[in-house]
């Protein structure tokens, strides 16, 4: 979540990075991007 | 209205209505006359409609009623009025998607599905309400059960209008449980086919390869005869199956389906609804249906976060050059969800890809031996207008692109709300999907129309 707030701050501003509504789809973007991240795959094939 | 039709017209399902009106018992001039009346009637209150196109639709009625003086072979939904959400295109006639700048776009040739709809003989009656852009900022569509819950979204409109006998079929969309979830808060059928199954052409888009064209009604029938209708591969659509199966409806089938209860779904709804579908279920064994416990073979937070990772990066592919065209135009929560979208490492997209396809498999492997997942289809009954409610149990089968359909299944005594159950099966199998959701249906109680109806 730091690292999309940072993000969020570069492209968009102080101001808008720090609203309620982007700070609550910030914190809920990263838990699932977490997730996602988190789960191996392997073995790699020629995908995608 | 005769003897044989004393059904009151805005009660007769799509397919009475072609029924009645080719035997000559209804005139499509009465039927679409009687809707009219009812939206001046309850839509002010219930707002499902967001354009009526009363001219028109009374034109083409007329229309419909000299083909059939005149003896000219006529389609299978000749003279039956229809719906659609306003993300579809109309020829003619505003498609706006709850955004402002779009109040004057007026397309020029029907989305795909309205035009199949149309050569089968239907009548767009109007355009239904949605959230902007299918997404799920609440829309102003009051549900007709209760003022104070949501109808659902992003079909609001869709849900609530065929609830209230507005209309008795009206095409949504769904992203994630858009079809679905709607109808199950209204207490009508909700279904989507598979993915790449009907024409997304004309259809505004949210997430490309999660939109999927849904459809609201109050029978498993009305569902089967909408999509005889309007399945087909279409090569102006990208995302149009060129090798998709054949759609055969099988009106014969009546034997009692195998269903598997899915572990995952029961354990994340309420207790309410948990409690509900045991019930459902023992009802189905009672009467010969032969059920089983399956697992999805993926957890739901994993399925759900690769539905997520998905739907927010190509939300803000489709969005974020609108945003920056039209600023302020948008609702808050796409606004700040396209904002987030557009921040999101390429590589967790593509990663997000890679498991989908294996989560796919895992659901095709959960459906080997039954003819469909048994499930709640959202996790409680319709919650406050704050919110357009819970996708996390449509959602699943959005992501795989498996075809489902939801059917009303009672009323909670308590909170005096539509209850539903949701079965769902592999790609192309809406036939058998239909076949087990029919039976289902014959078990169930009638649903009543809600109190405002």
């Known amino acids: ?48 | 209205m005769t003897e044989s039709t004393a059904t009151a017209l805005h009660e007769l399902t799509a397919s009475d209505a072609a029924r009645l009106i080719r035997s000559r018992h209804v005139s499509p001039v009465e039927l679409v006359q009687a809707l009219l009346d009812r939206a001046s009637a309850l839509d002010p209150h219930v707002q499902a409609w967001v354009r009526l196109d009363a001219d028109r639709a009374l034109e083409a009625a007329r229309a419909s009623e000299q083909a059939l003086a005149s003896g000219t072979e006529v389609g299978p939904l000749h003279g039956v009025p229809f719906g659609a959400k306003d993300i579809f295109d109309s020829a003619g006639l505003v498609t706006a998607a709850g955004f402002s700048p779009y109040a004057s776009r007026v397309p020029a040739r029907d989305a795909e599905p309205v035009a199949r709809l149309k050569t089968a003989g239907a009548i767009l009656l109007g355009k239904m309400e949605t959230t902007q852009f299918a997404y799920s900022d609440p829309s102003r569509t009051r549900n007709p059960w209760r003022d104070d819950r949501t109808p659902g979204g992003s079909s609001s409109g869709s849900a609530a209008g065929v609830a209230a006998r507005l209309i008795p079929i009206a095409f949504g969309s769904q992203t994630a449980g858009s079809v679905l979830r709607p109808a199950a808060y209204n207490g009508v059928v909700g279904f989507k086919p598979s993915y790449g199954r009907v024409s997304k052409r004309g259809v505004l888009p949210l997430a490309w390869s999660l939109d999927h064209v849904g459809l609201l009604a109050r029978s498993v029938a009305d569902c089967s005869l909408v999509l005889a209708n309007i399945w087909g591969y279409d090569p102006a659509d990208p995302h149009s199956d060129a090798s998709q199966p054949a759609f055969v409806v099988d009106e014969a089938r009546s034997s009692p389906p195998r269903l598997g209860v899915v572990r995952e779904a029961m354990e994340h709804a309420t207790p309410r609804l948990r409690d509900h579908l045991q019930a459902v279920a023992s009802r189905f064994e009672q009467a010969g249906a032969r059920l089983h416990e399956v697992s999805f073979g993926e957890t739901l937070e994993l399925i759900l976060a690769v539905h997520q990772v998905t739907m927010l990066t190509e939300m803000a592919a489709v969005h974020w050059q609108l945003l920056e065209q039209y600023p302020g135009a948008h609702q808050p929560r796409l606004r700040a969800n396209v904002e987030v979208g557009r921040l999101l490492p390429g590589v967790s997209y593509v990663h997000a890809q890679r498991l989908r396809r294996r989560i796919r498999q895992s659901l095709r492997r959960c459906l080997a031996e039954v003819d469909a997942l048994l499930l709640p289809t959202a996790v409680d009954v319709a919650p406050g207008r704050e919110t357009t409610g819970d996708t996390s149990l449509q959602a699943p089968f959005s992501l795989v692109g498996f075809p489902s359909i939801t059917l009303p299944s009672g009323v909670d005594d308590a909170e005096h709300l539509p209850l539903a159950i949701q079965l769902a099966a592999l790609p192309w199998q809406e036939a058998r999907l239909f076949g087990a959701a029919a039976w289902c249906e014959a078990q169930l109680p009638r649903m009543p129309a809600p109190p405002l109806a």
């Open chain 1, 1 to 48: 979540v730091t690292e999309l707030r940072r993000c969020a701050v570069a492209i968009y501003g102080e101001e808008r990075a720090a609203e309620i509504r982007l700070q609550t789809a910030l914190e809920s973007a990263a838990a699932v991007l977490w997730r996602v991240n988190q789960e191996p795959l392997g073995p790699v094939g020629d995908e995608p």
